[in-house]
């Protein structure tokens, strides 16, 4: 499967099948706590970044199995509304299926009618909003130079105002970057103009694409959740979750297959079947736990073990 991944369980979407529009990392953003490293494709170009074709096909066979999904969830490898198609993409899941569909999106293409009335179908939209002013939003989204923030609420709150699912507004706050009484006092005022259903918040938990990208503090969260009021809720995960059997299964695979030869995220994901966010994942808490190393050759970065200096 090239454009499906997981299931994986997540504590707001419950079992989530993945479904990626685009390829990795095409987006209009370039976020400082990116978990996909940074943006490659920088565009907002929409065209068909993958054939929407092989995604339902994929789609169906995976669905064929006997899996018991909560969400089918368009999120994955950069910002899913880059993908034109995306609201066929939308209409036709609909037609085979009744399990409920979610974009996660950075809702910066809300600020186009075309792409509001592509997601219409949909049941839940889950933009983000980590910042209300200008200044910012260039320091923690880095957005091509002509999306201005402005633009992308009033997109969220025209959005809201005709869609019919539900709309769960995510905001990652960055230490220092995001998080000053001043940035929150407008963001207050962003989230009652869209009115969303929920405000979710969250913090730098996962590494990010920028080292200097870090998280607030519980204590500050919590302040923060009362400061935005009540529909507000924090989603941040302090401390990690255990690893599943699965997710271990797949953290060795990786680690044998390293053992045997220095590879790209490209190749471990083709030579194991994951999702590159999956192969991701486990590069990274190799990389962490100090068992493996990146090294860039031309193009491309490979990872391989880290020797032990003989004595
Ligand atoms: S919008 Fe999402 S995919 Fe794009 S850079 Fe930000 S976190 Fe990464």
Known sequence: ????????????????????????????????????????????????????????????????????????????SGEPTLNSRLGEAIKTVKRFTSIPVA??????????????????????????????SQRAFEKVNRPLPSIRIEEVIEGLNVFKKIYQGKVWLEIMLVNGVNDSPDELQRIKEAISRIAPHKVQLNTVVRPPSEAYALPIT???????????????????????????????????????????????????????????????KFIRKLTDAGKIEAISFGDNRYYMPIKKKEK
């Open 1 to 76: 499967m090239q454009h499906i991944y997981g299931p994986v369980s997540s504590r707001r979407l419950g079992l989530s099948l993945g479904v990626d529009m685009v390829p990795f990392k095409a987006c209009n953003f370039d976020c400082i706590y990116c978990q996909l490293g940074r943006t490659t494709i920088q565009t907002e170009q929409r065209r068909e970044w993958v054939s929407v074709d092989e995604v339902i096909d994929e789609l169906k066979t995976t669905l064929s199995s006997d899996h018991k999904i909560d969400y089918l969830t368009f999120s994955g």
């Open 103 to 132: 974009v996660l999106t950075n809702g910066a293409l809300l600020r186009s009618a075309e792409v509001r009335e592509e997601l219409m179908e949909s049941d839940l939209i889950v933009p983000s909003l980590d910042a209300a």
């Open 218 to 280: 519980r204590e500050e969260m919590d302040k923060v959740k009362v400061f935005l009021g009540r529909q507000c809720e924090v989603i941040a995960r302090f401390s990690p979750r255990e690893p599943t059997p699965l997710e271990h299964q797949q953290e060795k695979a990786i680690w044998e297959f390293l053992q045997r030869r220095p590879a790209t995220v490209k190749d471990l994901a083709n030579g194991l079947g994951l999702h590159p966010n999956e192969a991701i």
